[in-house]
């Protein structure tokens, strides 16, 4: 008798965990918009997006990121230094970034930072939420594209939980929309042929 009220009793505290769950997740879900905001700029602050994609300003202390650009990527206005061929063949280096670290040579030619602004047309004002997610999962521009080139590290970035990488991107959709067009990568082919002309 006293076995079966065990059993019983133990039945009825997995239902109760399982009741506590649920409730957890439910809660999770019904996270507010401006607690989800905030969760994907920690996310985004701490896995310091803005080294690459934030434009600098040099100061004493060194590049310090230039507010006013939040997250526009590589400037349109920001000259593009020549790919330093020579330096990367010979000096034992194997990459080179710009003064704005927006832009970045490397045996992959010359890659630059992507505008994360909402901007419809030149940041992620229309990249659907989908393609976010599998961009960072699969390193495919847009889930489904071309390969991300160095130094975008969405290897480790797809690693998040699909709740962070929602709220990442919640975070970049609700930011000052830039409007910077980020030109597109150099393939290193394009580079030896200029340098051979
Ligand atoms: C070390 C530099 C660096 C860091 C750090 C970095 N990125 Fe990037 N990111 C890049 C570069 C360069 C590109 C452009 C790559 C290309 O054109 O293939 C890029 C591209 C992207 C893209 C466009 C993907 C696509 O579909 O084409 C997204 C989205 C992105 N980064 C998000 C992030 C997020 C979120 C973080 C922080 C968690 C981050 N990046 C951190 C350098 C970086």
């Known amino acids: 008798m006293k076995i079966r009220m065990a059993i019983v009793m133990m039945a009825l505290g997995l239902i ?6 649920c409730n957890h997740t439910s809660a999770e879900k019904s996270m507010s918009q401006d607690d989800l905001i905030a969760r994907g700029e920690h996310l985004v602050r701490v896995g310091d997006c803005g080294i690459c994609h934030t434009p600098k300003t040099m100061t004493e202390r060194g590049p310090v990121e230039d507010s006013a650009q939040l997250f526009a990527g590589h400037l349109k206005s920001d000259p593009i ?13 194997m990459a080179a970034t710009n003064p704005s670290m927006t832009a970045w040579a490397g ?29 960072m999962r699969n390193g495919k521009h847009l889930g489904n594209g071309r390969p991300i080139l160095p130094p975008m590290p969405w290897q480790a970035i797809g690693h998040h939980t699909e ?32 340098s051979t002309e």
């Open 16 to 21: 109760a965990v399982a009741i506590t769950a």
């Open 81 to 93: 230094p020549e790919y330093p061929a020579e330096f990367l063949a010979n000096s034992g280096w």
């Open 163 to 194: 709740d962070d990488l929602k709220a990442m991107f919640a975070y970049f959709k609700s930011i000052k929309p830039i409007e910077n067009q980020v030109p597109q990568p150099v393939p290193p082919l394009s580079i030896e042929k200029a």
């Open 107 to 135: 045996p992959w030619g010359i890659s630059f930072a992507t505008n994360l602004t909402p901007h419809q047309v030149y940041g992620c004002g229309a990249w659907t939420e989908t393609a976010f997610i599998n961009a």
